[in-house]
Structure formats: structure tokens, C-alpha cells
């Protein structure tokens, strides 16, 4: 091969090229053979080994690709190879035959447990991905904290919003990220961890309710447990706009278009499913799909997000 005026062999390259170059011929190639019909399973063991970070993330774009007319299976101790859009899909293995780390004296009981299960059985995490992250005991360093991100309720407000903002707003200057969490009353700890280390973040909650299960509720908890000056970053779906009081995130939408997004992935359904509407989100955000919106929809969202914008700056100052 040359680069530039310089020929070389590929075994004089790195084992990350070497494994990059093996995973296009092994893949790509072989999809592309005119003489085989069917669809292809992949099965990679710890395929981050000798991979950078960040080349471990074009893994995951790569995945992304391969996975028309293939499936892939793939074990990882790499919180770099999780990816968000299939995180319903992961398994946690977990050696449930160990109830104590220091305990080497037992009988193994290896079992693959679903990602929504394992979170249900520990009710206490506070993160959306943090199940995964502690089985793969990855620990994050203080300059690994995200500035300007934005966190949400729960996984379906963080597809919601992610959507929203990729498919009808990528030309604005909406340069934050959504974190998608594990319900509204579990970010004390999160909370506390970003002020600690003055990280820029934005809450966005649900107009709903007081108890601390609901965003009003749980707003007004944080301000008083943990520091009143989140009163400049916690803010309910009435702060921006006192017409989106009492709204969930599901009600910035057009009651006919929430009908119309559940029946694409539930055609059958006849009335609003608050399951069903958010999981169709979901394929929409996972399928890169669009969706036409009405104008009242698109000028709620927008509302949001320049909300959003404009909070970044006044921390910024």
C-alpha cells in the first residue's frame, strides 16, 4: 500500500489498522459476494482490543452500517462501544453465583441478564447507562464530565429531544447534548458531582405535579437538598412557556400527531398509549426516520431549544 510517496506492508502498521483492515475484508467483503444469499450473523469477541478511543467510536459507525442485511453480536469491557440507540438490545453478563468480591470460594451461575431487567433490579442508579458502566467498572476522570449538556427525565424525553433536534434543527447553533436518565428524582448525585466541578449543565423537567416523582415536585426538592443556585439550571416545561404548564414532554406534540407516530410502529392502536407513542419515538430516532410535524409542533420544540441556548450563554457570562 502507499501513503503518499511511501510504500509499506500491512504488517508494518499498528494492530488497530491491521484489525480495522481484517474487519472490512471479514465484513463489507463478504456481504458483497455474489454467490451467497441470506443474511449474515457476526460475531465479534472484545472487538475494542488495540483500538483507540476514538477509533473505537467509528467502530460504532461502522456497526451502524453493517448491520443492513446482517446482524452482529458483540461482548465488550469498552464503555466507548455502547451505543445508545441499542441499548434496550444489550445484555449485562454477570456472574450472579459471586455475592461478594472478595469471595473466591463459590459456584459460578454466569447469566446474560437484559439490559431493562438488570436496571429494574437495581433501582437506585441513577443514569440510564450506569448499570453498564459499574459491571464494566469504568470510572470517569474529572475532565471526562460533559459541559453543556442537557439532562431529561428519562430515556424516551432524551430520544424525543435528540430526535427533534437532529431531524428538524440541524442548521441551528444548538450546540449542547441530551442525557438521557433514569427518571426524574434520581440526580441528586449527579447534581451535586457537576456543581462540584462547576460543569455548565441544564435540566429540563415535566410541568407536572409536586410529589418527587414528578418535575415540579422534584425541582423544588433539588433546590432545597442540595443549593438553591440550581435554581439558574433545574427549569419545568412552564418555565419556558406558562402555555406548557402541567405538560409532559409527549404533549408539546399535536394530539393527532401523537396518534400518528404510535400507529407507525403500532398500526393497530386506535387511542393514545403513552408506551406505544414513546417506543415509536424511538424507531424514529434509532431508523434516522422523519416525520412530518405541524408548525405548532415544530415552534414548541423550538421554544425549547433556544430556551436552552440562551441559559448556556447566561453561564457562559
Not at 111 to 123: D, G, L, M
Not at 208 to 235: M, P, V
Request: glycine share 4%; charged share 30%.
Amino acid at each position: 500500500m502507499n501513503e503518499g510517496t511511501s510504500p509499506f506492508l500491512i504488517n508494518e502498521r499498528s494492530l488497530g489498522f491491521r484489525w480495522f483492515f481484517g474487519f472490512i475484508l471479514f465484513t463489507e467483503f463478504r456481504k458483497a459476494r455474489a454467490d451467497e444469499s441470506g443474511e449474515y450473523l457476526f460475531l465479534f469477541d472484545e472487538p475494542a482490543s488495540n483500538l483507540h478511543e476514538s477509533s473505537q467510536q467509528k467502530l460504532l459507525s461502522l456497526f451502524e452500517r453493517l448491520i443492513d442485511k446482517s446482524k452482529i453480536i458483540y461482548s465488550t469491557h469498552s464503555p466507548y462501544l455502547i451505543n445508545p440507540k441499542f441499548i434496550l438490545n444489550c445484555f449485562i453478563v454477570k456472574d450472579t453465583g459471586r455475592e461478594n468480591p472478595n469471595d473466591y470460594d463459590f459456584r459460578q451461575n454466569i447469566k446474560a441478564i437484559p439490559h431493562k431487567q438488570f436496571v429494574a433490579n437495581y433501582p437506585n442508579e441513577e443514569t440510564h447507562f450506569r448499570p453498564i458502566l459499574d459491571v464494566l467498572e469504568f470510572n470517569a476522570m474529572d475532565f471526562e464530565l460533559t459541559d453543556k449538556i442537557v439532562f431529561t427525565e428519562g430515556k424516551f424525553d432524551y430520544y424525543t429531544f435528540k430526535w427533534i433536534k437532529d431531524k428538524f434543527f440541524a442548521d441551528r447553533d444548538f450546540s449542547f447534548k441530551f442525557y438521557p436518565g433514569a427518571s426524574v428524582d434520581k440526580y441528586e448525585n449527579i447534581f451535586r458531582e457537576y456543581l462540584a466541578h462547576n460543569k455548565k449543565f441544564i435540566a429540563i423537567f415535566d410541568a407536572d405535579g409536586n410529589s418527587t416523582t414528578k418535575g415540579k415536585g422534584a425541582k423544588n426538592r433539588y433546590l432545597k437538598e442540595i443549593s438553591q443556585e440550581l435554581e439558574k439550571q433545574i427549569f419545568t416545561l412552564d418555565n419556558i412557556d406558562t402555555n406548557f404548564n402541567t405538560f409532559t414532554t409527549e404533549k408539546l406534540f399535536t394530539e393527532v400527531e401523537r396518534l400518528q407516530i404510535q400507529k407507525k410502529s403500532f398500526p393497530s392502536d386506535t387511542s393514545f398509549n403513552k408506551n406505544h407513542f414513546n417506543s415509536a419515538i424511538q424507531e424514529f430516532f434509532i431508523s434516522e426516520e422523519s416525520f412530518a410535524l405541524s408548525d405548532e409542533t415544530k415552534e414548541n420544540f423550538k421554544k425549547i431549544l433556544e430556551f436552552i441556548k440562551n441559559k448556556f450563554t447566561q453561564l457562559d457570562i
